[in-house]
C-alpha cells in the first residue's frame, strides 16, 4: 500500500525508495513498486527495471515490463545494451518490450538474438520482430523455422503471419510436417492470414492430422482462404468425431458460402453437439439456406 501511495503522490522524491523496494524479498512490494514507478516514468528506476525483468516471479516481470514500455524512448537504450549480456530471462523479456515500444532501430539487435544461446531468448526476439514487422526480419525469421528447437519454429511461424509476407508461405508450409503439433497448428494459421492459394492442397492434408487442434487450424485457414476447391473436404470434416471440428467445419463453410454445403449444414442441425448445431444454424441463416 505504502508503494502505491507513493506512486500516485507523483513525488519525484519517491523514486529512491520505490527502487529499493525493487529488491524486497515479498514479490508484492516488488510488484507494487514498478507499478508505483511506472506511474512517476523517473528515469533514474530504468536501469532497475530492466534488471526486474529477470525476476522469480510472472507478476513482476510482467508489472517492470508494462513500466518500461511506458518510460518508452527513455527505456530504449537501455534495454538494447541488456541484449547482449544479463541472465536468459532478462534478455528475453527485454526482447519482448522492445517489441511493445514499436521502435524499428531495435530490428537490428532482436536479428542477432535470433542467434543466442538460449531458445527462450530466440523465440521472443522472433515474436519482438514479428510484432515490429519490418522486412528486414523476412530471411532471417525463415532461417528459423528450421531451427533444432520447437519453440523457436513455432515462434518464427507466428512472427511471420504477422509480417505477412508472401515470400514466407513455401517455408511456412514445410512446417505443416513438423513433428511438434504445436508448431502444424501455427503453420495452419499463418497460412490461413497469409491467404495464399499455394497453401491449398497443404491444408488440405492437415484436416486428417492425428490431433484436433490441428484440423481446427487447418479447417480455420481453409475458410480464410475463400477457394471453392476446399468445400468438399470441409464437409467431410461435418463428420470428425471431435465436436470442435465439426464446429469449425461448420464455420469455415459459412465464409466460404459455396451452396454446395447446404444439405450436409441442413444435416448438421441433428449433430449430437449444441455448439455444431448451432454454429450450422448461424451459418444457414446468413446465407438464406433454409
Known sequence: ?????????????????????????????RKAACEALRRLRDARAVKTLIQCLGDSNEGVRKAACEALVAFGQVAFEPLIECLARSTWRVRATACEVLGQLGDVRAVGPLIQRLADCDYFVQGAACEALGRLGDARALEPLIQRLSDRDSHVRWAACRALEQLGDARAVEPIMQRLGDSEPYVREAACRALGRLGDA?????????????????????????????????????????????????????????????????????????????????????????????
Do not use: T, Y
Open 198 to 290: 499455394r497453401a491449398l492442397e497443404a491444408l488440405v492434408q492437415r484436416l486428417e492430422d492425428s490431433q484436433w487442434h490441428v484440423r481446427e487450424a487447418a479447417c480455420e485457414a481453409l475458410g480464410r482462404l475463400g477457394d471453392a476447391r476446399a468445400v468438399a473436404p470441409l464437409i467431410q470434416r461435418l463428420e470428425d468425431f471431435d465436436w470442435c471440428i465439426r464446429k469449425a467445419a461448420c464455420e469455415a463453410l459459412g465464409q466460404l458460402g459455396d451452396p454446395q454445403a447446404v444439405q450436409p449444414l441442413l444435416r448438421s442441425l441433428h449433430d449430437s453437439h449444441a455448439e455444431v448445431r448451432r454454429a450450422a444454424r448461424k451459418v444457414l441463416d446468413k446465407h438464406g439456406w433454409r
Open 1 to 29: 500500500m505504502a508503494c502505491q501511495a507513493l506512486g500516485q503522490l507523483g513525488d519525484k522524491q519517491a523514486v529512491e525508495p520505490l527502487i529499493k523496494r525493487l529488491a524486497d524479498p515479498a514479490l508484492r512490494v
